[in-house]
């Protein structure tokens, strides 16, 4: 709440992205500015300093994640065959470019559609043209979008309303 017409509310906008890291720390700034140990000055750079900070894992490390994930849900979830989990990697790393390319590009609300249509699209004529009768193509693609179903939102979004975070509860 403003006490006075000096006083003045910041918005830090950040890339598109999961960095539970930066989620912990953020809330736990939350706190520790709710219960009146940080002023709003030394909250305000602490937040840049959250915001500003290189991610945990190098961006390498988060691509390979995009594969390992695709690969793992198409073998696990979608009774793909390994030919099948080879496709869902290789998309799922598809996927893992165009989201890293999101955050330095304004997707607005259209990164799943874009990622959706390009994995579908190439998944498509791969399975119907190059391997006939090889490759599954619902197991492929949708081992290859599942980092971008909405279960790990709604599961965290559940996970932080138990918690009481004031983030992103």
């Not at 496709?87 to 799922?92: H, K, Q």
Request: aromatic share 10%; proline share 3%.
């Amino acid at each position: 709440y403003a006490t006075s017409a000096a006083d003045s509310v910041t918005m830090h906008t950040v890339s598109a992205g999961l960095d539970v890291s930066r989620l912990d720390d953020v809330d736990m700034l939350a706190k520790a500015a709710a219960a009146g140990e940080l002023d709003v000055d030394a909250a305000d750079r602490r937040l840049v300093e959250i915001v500003n900070r290189e991610p945990l894992y190098p961006v390498w490390v988060q691509q390979a994640a995009y594969g390992v994930c695709g690969t793992s849900c198409s073998l696990l979830f979608y009774g793909g065959a390994w030919a099948d989990a080879l496709l869902a990697g290789m998309g799922g790393l598809i996927v893992g470019c165009i989201c890293w390319l999101a955050g330095r590009v304004d997707f607005g609300q259209s990164l799943e559609f874009v990622c959706a249509f390009v994995i579908a699209a190439l998944n498509r004529v791969l399975v119907t043209s190059v391997y006939p009768n090889e490759l599954c193509f619902f197991g492929s693609t949708l081992g290859a979008l599942v980092w971008l179903f909405p279960g790990l939102s709604i599961t965290n979004a559940v996970l932080e309303i138990a918690a009481s975070s004031p983030i992103a509860g």
